[in-house]
């Protein structure tokens, strides 16, 4: 399978095919569990829990999800920040042969409704004081059961008594039917929950990305999705038993779910689960816990670099540093290196590529090799190439077309959407099936591949997927909307921040007024880094031949204004 892939040489130490066990995710975690059984497996806030603990918290949440009627095949909604909770409801849906599907807990009704109609999810779990949300939709919906909990569950008795006084007494009590509270739940004495018949290539999990048309899909990913992304992760990082992970990036997310999650429970490491983030609260958390690998995005990296408490860590705790879901610049990289030499430490920060229709990271550099402005080689057991646009032909090295990926990470396909899997899924001249990405790049005769920009048009804020055309059918919702468009601007702090162009039916209206009337009215519809930042008024917008709105001219004016390019890079995602 890879005797001719010029990249081989850059491999090193690391295997060039792993052998995945022919299990489910929750069987993995549990076969690490009997392996690393005293090491820790996470730490939230202070609580740890050991490989032992986890397996035994799994156990018992599978025991109580099977007697309030969970069985194979059900689907689970899951909003929850990055927690205990939120894991172990994830591991145990799977060992009932149940699907998870992942929200972000920020989600608003109109969007939550339409994650529970494309999951068919029968059981949701959220913390309680987003329960009103779910209380809102629920006659909408398949739902029929929602667990609610805390963040303070899981939390010391001095952290728990400081959350109540600050927000936990702010949450009202919930008495309605088909509720039931976390810790009651768990309490409760049920019958031990048998092991669902679920293959390594049943779907386990649905996270969700946009489609063609700018509207969020659902992606189907399989038990063996998860476990060789995270076992190829953890190979290539050399994460192993004793190594920890800061998990600030959200479960929701492939990234944080699939890199910051389950490849260290691939690999017996710990995760560091961090609810809430900020730049500081990172520093802080890297100074006292010490961990050996980050992942995240470049603005977090830039923050840090500038830290005064990260700057006087001592910082030679670090393995490994990757940084994805947007572009990497020279100068951001120079700088963290730079802080973290001077702290101690000698590692580089190292650039990746990866989509949520592999479950996130499928490729990076060598942790021995450095090319500007590369996303890397691809990682054991993944293949990739670039074929030029429109076909299913191979283009030679050095010549720009889109990227392609096969090997086990890829994806089942789009959810009831057999069109847009046929779409992005094909099979090749080789007889294998290959994930059309919709990304521009190049590889070099060495084989590093380097992204060009995305072929979709999408916005990074942030590090998260911001689809103008959802955002723009909100905007035109509002009465006074005769036409809208909206484009990613850059940012110094979020890399990409959502600008709008609207067109007032009364252009006379326009004004500072009905800029904010009609910013808060994305607010009520989207997640906040969705909204726009500012709308420009316009008595007209630039429109194709065909009558399409120019997003692109816009994107050249606004790139014109500042001087930057309007291609976008696109990182580990």
Not at 187 to 215: F, H, N, V
Not at 285 to 306: E, H, I, M, Q, Y
């Amino acid at each position: 399978m890879y005797e001719q892939k010029p990249w081989l040489k850059f491999y090193g130490d690391v295997p060039v095919t792993i052998a995945y066990p022919r299990v489910t995710m929750y069987e993995a975690v549990i076969q690490t569990a009997r392996e690393h059984p005293d090491d820790i497996a996470y730490d939230f806030l202070g609580y740890t829990a050991t490989y032992r603990d986890f397996a035994g918290q799994i156990d018992r949440c599978a025991d109580a999800l099977a007697g309030i009627g969970m069985r194979k095949g059900d689907r689970i909604t899951i909003a929850m920040p990055t927690s205990p909770q939120g894991i172990i409801g994830f591991y145990a849906a799977n060992k009932l042969g149940a699907i998870s599907s992942m929200i972000h807990p920020l989600s608003t009704p109109a969007e939550i409704i339409m994650y529970l109609n494309i999951s068919k999810s029968r059981f949701a779990l959220t913390l309680d004081m987003f329960y009103d949300k779910f209380r809102e939709v629920k006659g909408r919906t398949r739902l029929e059961t929602v667990v609610i909990t805390g963040i303070a569950d899981y939390l010391g008795i001095a952290k728990r008594l400081v959350f109540y006084l600050v927000k936990g007494r702010k949450v009202p009590a919930v008495h309605d039917s088909g509720v039931v509270r976390w810790n009651v739940l768990l309490r409760g004495k049920y019958p031990a929950a048998q092991k669902a018949e679920m293959s390594p290539d049943d779907m386990a999990a649905i996270l969700y990305s946009g489609g063609t048309t700018g509207t969020p899909k659902g992606i189907m990913l399989s038990n063996l999705n998860f476990i060789s992304e995270g076992k190829q992760v953890s190979a290539w990082a050399k994460l192993s038993g004793g190594d920890s992970i800061l998990a600030i990036l959200p479960i929701f997310h492939g990234f944080g779910l699939g890199v910051c999650v389950n490849a260290a429970f691939m690999g017996g490491g710990k995760s560091v689960l961090v609810p809430q983030f900020t730049p500081k609260t990172v520093a802080k958390l890297v100074r006292k816990v010490r961990p050996n690998f980050l992942v995240g995005v470049p603005t977090l990296f830039d923050a840090l670099s500038r830290d005064p408490v990260f700057r006087r860590a001592d910082l030679s705790c670090f393995k490994a540093t990757f940084s994805g879901a947007d572009s990497l610049t020279s100068a951001v990289k120079e700088r963290f290196e730079q802080a973290v030499r001077e702290r101690g430490g000698n590692v580089r920060l190292m650039q990746g590529y990866g989509l949520t229709e592999a479950v996130t990271a499928i490729m990076a550099m060598p942790l021995t090799e450095f090319r500007e402005g590369s996303i890397g080689i691809p990682f054991p057991d993944m293949l990739a190439k670039i074929v030029r646009p429109g076909t299913i032909e191979e283009a030679p090295a050095g010549e720009e077309g889109e990227i392609c990926i096969s090997g086990p990470a890829v994806m089942l396909g789009y959810i009831d959407q057999p069109g847009e899997t046929a779409d992005t899924l094909k099979r090749h001249a080789d007889g294998r099936t290959w994930l059309h990405t919709g990304d521009i790049g190049t590889m070099d005769k060495d084989g590093f591949f380097y992204f060009r920009l995305r072929l979709k048009r999408m916005i990074k804020s942030s590090g998260m997927n911001v689809y103008p055309h959802q955002v723009e059918d909100v905007l035109c919702t509002h009465e006074d909307v005769r036409e809208a468009c909206v484009i990613g601007v850059p940012d110094e702090a979020q890399v990409q921040r959502v600008k709008g162009f609207v067109v007032l039916k009364n252009p006379s209206a326009a004004g500072p007024n009905k800029e904010k009337e009609l910013i808060e009215h994305c607010r009520k519809h989207l997640i906040k880094w969705s909204c726009p930042r500012e709308i420009e008024f316009r008595t007209e917008l630039p429109h194709t031949l065909v009558g399409k709105v120019a997003f692109n001219v816009l994107e050249r004016e606004e790139a014109a204004k500042t001087g930057q390019n309007t291609g976008h890079k696109k990182g580990v995602s």
